[in-house]
C-alpha cells in the first residue's frame, strides 16, 4: 500500500495512497504542500514536503529525522491529507471534476479559502511554538553555564 525509497543519506522518499479511493487530493500551484509531522529526535514539530501525484496518490519527501512510521499513521487520515493539500500559500489549485458535483463552484470556493488559512494559521503556530522552544533551549543552557554558589 505505502512505500519507501531512500535517495540520499539524509532524505527519504515515500510514495502513499489515499486510504478511500473516493478522496481527491487537490492540486496547488507550488506543486507541493506541507505536511506537519515531528522530529523523533527532539520531538518538535516539523514540516515534511508533499507532491500530489494522482487524484489519490503523493509523494513524499522527507529528513530521516523524521519518524516514518508517523507519516504512514499520518496516511491513514485521508481527510487531513486533503485538506493539507490546499496548502497554505498558494492562490490557486486544482480540482478533480468530481468535487463540483457534489458542491456549487461558490461553496467549494469559500471552502477551498477557509482551508487556506487554517493550514496557514497551523504553521505559523508551529513556526512560533519552534522560536519558543529555542528560546527557551537557549536560555537553559545559558543558566547553566553561570556558576552557582551555596551558602554555608
Not at 516514518?68 to 480540482?95: E, M, P, Q, T, W
Not at 463552484?105 to 496557514?120: D, G, M, V
Request: a positive charge; one cysteine or more.
Amino acid at each position: 500500500e505505502h512505500s519507501m525509497w531512500l535517495w540520499h543519506e539524509k532524505y527519504a522518499l515515500l510514495m502513499l495512497n489515499l486510504p478511500s479511493k473516493k478522496q481527491r487530493l487537490l492540486f496547488p500551484e507550488t506543486g507541493f504542500f506541507p505536511l506537519l509531522t515531528f522530529n523523533k529526535e527532539n520531538n518538535i514539530p516539523s514540516p515534511v514536503q508533499a507532491i500530489p501525484i494522482l487524484g489519490n496518490q503523493l509523494l513524499v519527501s522527507m529528513p530521516r529525522t523524521i519518524n516514518v512510521d508517523d507519516v504512514f499513521k499520518i496516511a491513514r487520515h485521508g481527510n487531513y491529507l486533503v485538506n493539507a493539500s490546499v496548502s497554505n500559500v498558494c492562490d490557486k489549485v486544482i480540482i478533480h471534476p468530481d468535487m463540483l458535483k457534489v458542491q456549487s463552484e461558490e461553496t467549494l470556493s469559500r471552502a477551498l479559502y477557509k482551508l487556506r488559512q487554517a493550514n496557514s494559521q497551523i504553521i505559523n503556530n508551529c513556526n512560533k511554538l519552534f522560536r519558543l522552544l529555542n528560546r527557551y533551549s537557549f536560555l537553559i543552557q545559558k543558566r547553566d553555564e553561570y556558576p552557582t554558589y551555596q551558602h554555608g
